[in-house]
């Protein structure tokens, strides 16, 4: 047996039994886990409201050799986000993102840079200048961490660079953009605007704080959310119950 300790963001939880529930959560440390949460119905002094999600605190977990789940012994708050939780628009928001880690991230593997980047988001979420842009954002960093992201700047086919003249598809299957003179060639290609295309390169290159200080046109920001959720769905073979509250 082995206690440990990490910082967590809550995920889900999942009634089980008369008093515990399975807690999913995402930790620094150790990547995405699913906990059981013993009397977390009945204990106040060791969950209280930490349990909920869109919640982030410092936990400790007991893992066991051949049990189904680690235990979760106590969590210690650090961020509620009261204004998420307060607020249906923001529910959808978070609930689309920890559906997003839950539905990508295999069990037990760390990956740092999906922690911070969904802490990073929620922080800004809470504040009262969040839109739809941001969003777009992090599903583009966060498919980028997860190294499924689509090519967005070169054809797939012939490897010849987009520019905003160049006539292309987005090959939902492939990942990305056919160009033309490629289209000759069969796929399940969906018509994409240059500038969409670009856009979504400018922001898997750049760094979080350029493309969220970028202002982009509502048009383009639909028009490549439109794109990507198809991806999303083709990737994981179903589509995200909450994706449909974040259009």
């Excluded at 012994?73 to 986000?81: A, F, G, H, P």
């Excluded at 954002?137 to 054809?155: A, Q, T, Y």
Aim: include cysteine; proline fraction near 2%; charge should be positive.
């Amino acid at each position: 047996m082995k206690l440990r300790k990490t910082k967590a963001i809550v995920l889900d939880t999942l009634d089980y039994l008369e008093t515990d529930k399975i807690v999913s959560l995402l930790t620094l440390d150790f990547g995405f886990k699913k906990m059981l949460a013993k009397s977390a119905k009945k204990s106040i002094k060791r969950f209280g409201g930490g349990l909920e999600p869109f919640t982030i605190g410092s936990i400790e977990f007991l893992e066991k050799e051949f049990s189904a789940f680690p235990s979760l012994k106590y969590i210690d708050i650090d961020k509620n986000y009261s204004k998420i939780k307060s607020c249906l628009e923001k529910i959808y928001t978070a609930s689309y993102i920890n559906e997003l880690v839950i539905a990508f991230l295999p069990i037990n593997e760390q990956n740092k840079n999906i922690f911070k980047l969904v802490e990073f988001f929620l922080d800004l979420l809470e504040k009262d200048n969040w839109n739809n842009s941001h969003l777009l954002v992090f599903e583009i960093k966060f498919l980028s961490f997860c190294g499924v992201i689509p090519r967005f700047g070169l054809c797939l086919r012939c490897k010849e660079k987009i520019n905003k003249e160049t006539t292309i598809k987005f090959s939902i299957s492939e990942g990305g953009m056919v160009c033309g003179k490629c289209l000759k060639y069969q796929g399940n290609l969906i018509p994409i605007s240059a500038r969409a295309a670009l856009l979504g390169k400018y922001i898997k290159v750049n760094k979080i704080e350029k493309s969220l200080s970028t202002e982009i046109p509502e048009e383009l920001v639909s028009e490549l959310r439109e794109k990507i959720k198809l991806f999303i769905e083709d990737y994981l073979g179903q589509s995200l119950k909450t994706s449909r509250f974040t259009t």
